[in-house]
Nanobody
Framework: QVQLVESGGGLVQAGGSLRLSCAGSGRTFSNYGMGWFRQAPGKEREFVAAITWNGGSTYYTNSVKGRFTISRDNAKNTLYLQMNSLKPEDTAVYYC?????????????????????WGQGTQVTVSS
């Protein structure tokens, strides 16, 4: 049974930092790209960042470039998202996910349809 468990969310003031972790089990995650998505109340789930299976390439939505860093430790089956200079608009539930298969086109990482396993989410709240 494939499981993804996020942790590290919480309440932080604007300008602060948080580090999210996503621990995977039940699959050889080191063979697959992974990503972070977020969903704010009343909004659709949106792409945040993704990383290829070996960490060789990373992708970010424009609003987090320069502030967030995605990384992975395949030996630990763990995905990370370092979030710095947080803003109130970053407030959302953050989800990690694993791709169904490694896409040929990098643009595919941006679509939630590319992913077939999801964690339960962790709440990030940024106060102004």
């Amino acid at each position: 049974q494939v499981q993804l468990v996020e942790s590290g969310g919480g309440l932080v003031q604007a300008g602060g930092s948080l580090r999210l972790s996503c621990a995977g089990s039940g699959r050889t995650f080191s063979n697959y790209g992974m990503g972070w998505f977020r969903q704010a109340p009343g909004k659709e789930r949106e792409f945040v960042a993704a990383i290829t299976w070996n960490g060789g390439s990373t992708y970010y939505t424009n609003s987090v470039k320069g502030r967030f860093t995605i990384s992975r430790d395949n030996a630990k089956n763990t995905l990370y998202l370092q979030m710095n200079s947080l803003k109130p608009e970053d407030t959302a539930v953050y989800y990690c996910a694993v791709v169904r298969s490694n896409p040929y086109y990098s643009s595919s990482y941006y679509s939630p349809r590319q992913y077939d396993y999801w964690g339960q989410g962790t709440q990030v709240t940024v106060s102004s």
